[in-house]
């Protein structure tokens, strides 16, 4: 026995294992359950958000307005239930990749949402080229001439679409990096 452990001094840290010591060697827990529910919820607000009305106008008699999946809003449709589900298969197996590929797949849906935001004739002009049959010149003409008659704007559907998209992202990148701190 050395000299040093029969010493008369008292301790003044508490031992590494008390409960209100700091663990410093063990790894971090895992991305919380919360983390992929609520990314799951973004998804379905986008999901929904994509067949909502995306224009709407001013016109007289006009009910509703155009919605998004008569144009783009068939991607953001597709990309927010594949956003999802790798959301729900994140949760379950708690892999990192699939966190940030669902928050890539929210920044997609963003980006879609912003476009239509700016340019709302751009979805008028998907819609009479698909249903009326015309070309994109006469489909660009008559979207232009609407858009002076009419007070076309971003309808609730894109912005229901931007929120969920921007919590997908939000969510997909925490959630992926609480997963590469968990390793």
Sequence with gaps: MSEYSQSSYAQTAPPAHSAGAPNHGAAPAAPSKKIAIFA?????????????????????????????????????????????????????????????????????????????????????????????????????KAAEQAAKLYDMTAGPGLYMVLVGALMALALGVLGFMKSRAAR
Excluded: H
């Excluded at 197996?93 to 239509?116: D, E, S, W």
């Design 40 to 140: 799951i919820v973004g998804s379905v607000i986008a999901l929904v958000g994509s067949m909502v009305n995306w224009v709407i106008s001013d016109a007289e008699g006009a009910t509703g307005g155009i919605k998004g999946i008569d144009g783009d809003g068939i991607i953001t449709l597709i990309v927010a239930l594949v956003a999802a589900i790798l959301f729900i298969a994140a949760m379950a197996t708690k892999k990192a990749a699939l966190y940030l590929v669902g928050g890539v797949l929210g920044l997609a849906m963003a980006i879609v949402a912003v476009i239509n935001m700016a340019d709302p004739e751009r979805l008028v002009v998907q819609k009479l080229k698909d249903e009326e049959g015309v070309s994109q010149q006469v489909a660009e």
